[in-house]
């Protein structure tokens, strides 16, 4: 059996884009590093399946992959944590999986990487140099520049996200401000201004991206907030406020215009996107 859509993570906007695809009628395949980690609510769908792989480990990617499937969503991804975690997770197993794919005949790969992989500037447009200035950054850069070398095996599509918060993803920048908020009470950034997007988002747009033909990239991102603006609302959001905060001056921003335009991109506001996080929470 063919499978339509591997979503490489299977929480945050893995799990919405594949319970989204789900709702489309198309099947889906996604991967968990082991069989503890499967919640109820995957169990008895029809049109999900679903395998193990530990992606920040494993070089034997193969054993926890369908034999074929058409599309490649790669979500997956470290932010934080020991380097050759990092390289390993975002650089090592996007090399695997290009290969992989590659193998098995792929029709579609859709990379997933950050707006950060620019470094710093205000309305960046997908022309832009890269200039990463971190090391998750750099691991994303080179992620994308491999991908390219297997642009004439499948069509790649690369989605470059800006600071992405939402409901089950734990991990990123924004992540890293309420943990450290809730853990410490102490907020350091190098960034003064960025510009947040909440994953629900950013779903309908992954989707119109791999329906395009050709190899294309995007980017998607909020409206630019000052980064103690930001902080206020996760205070106002959490109920805490911080011991201490400390901002500097990078400024962080990118310009969506294109995927506005082609794939239909529409922003919730950060202060409203918190609110609906908040309110979903309090719903469970």
Same mark, same amino acid.
């Given at each position: 059996?063919?499978i ?5 993570s299977?929480?945050?906007?893995g799990?919405l ?6 709702k489309l009628?198309?099947t889906?395949y996604t991967?968990?590093?082991s069989?503890k980690e ?7 769908k029809?049109?999900l399946?679903?395998g ?6 494993e ?7 369908p034999?074929k499937v058409?599309n490649i ?8 944590g020991? %380097? #050759?975690?990092?390289?390993?997770s975002?650089v090592?197993?996007t090399?695997? @999986?290009? /290969?992989w794919? !590659?193998?098995? *005949? $792929? ?10 992989v ?11 140099p890269?200039?990463p200035r971190?090391?998750?950054a750099t691991t994303k850069?080179?992620?994308e520049?491999?991908?390219r ?13 800006? %600071? #992405? ?11 890293? @401000?309420? /943990?450290s908020? !809730?853990n410490t *009470? $102490?907020?350091?950034?190098?960034y003064?201004?960025?510009?947040p997007t909440?994953?629900d988002d ?7 991206l791999?329906d395009?033909?050709g190899?294309?990239?995007?980017n998607i991102?909020?409206?630019?907030v ?6 206020r609302?996760i205070e106002s ?12 001056k990078?400024i962080?921003?990118?310009n969506?215009k294109?995927?506005?335009e082609?794939?239909?991109f529409k922003?919730?506001p ?10 979903k929470s309090?719903?469970?």
């Amino acid at each position: 059996m063919e499978i339509d859509n591997l979503v490489t993570s299977h929480t945050g906007i893995g799990e919405l884009l594949a319970n989204e695809l789900i709702k489309l009628g198309e099947t889906v395949y996604t991967v968990f590093p082991s069989p503890k980690e499967v919640p109820m609510s995957f169990l008895g769908k029809i049109n999900l399946k679903y395998g193990f792989v530990k992606f920040d480990q494993e070089l034997n990617i193969e054993k926890g992959l369908p034999r074929k499937v058409k599309n490649i969503f790669h979500i997956y991804e470290a932010y934080t944590g020991p %380097f #050759p975690k990092i390289f390993m997770s975002n650089v090592t197993t996007t090399l695997l @999986l290009l /290969e992989w794919a !590659k193998k098995v *005949g $792929v029709n579609k790969f859709i990379l997933l990487s950050s707006g950060e992989v620019y470094g710093h500037g205000e309305e960046i447009n997908e022309n832009a140099p890269y200039n990463p200035r971190s090391f998750y950054a750099t691991t994303k850069f080179h992620a994308e520049t491999l991908s390219r070398y297997y642009s004439r095996n499948f069509e790649l599509k690369i989605l470059r996200l800006f %600071f #992405p918060y939402g409901k089950n993803l734990q991990q990123g920048y924004l992540y890293n @401000l309420f /943990e450290s908020l !809730k853990n410490t *009470g $102490v907020i350091e950034t190098d960034y003064g201004v960025v510009c947040p997007t909440l994953i629900d988002d950013i779903i309908g747009p992954l989707i119109k991206l791999r329906d395009q033909p050709g190899n294309n990239v995007y980017n998607i991102c909020g409206s630019p907030v000052q980064t103690l603006d930001l902080i206020r609302e996760i205070e106002s959001a959490s109920g805490k406020n911080a011991k201490s905060k400390k901002t500097g001056k990078t400024i962080l921003c990118g310009n969506c215009k294109k995927a506005i335009e082609e794939l239909g991109f529409k922003e919730t506001p950060f202060k409203e996107g918190l609110r609906q996080i908040v309110e979903k929470s309090s719903d469970e």
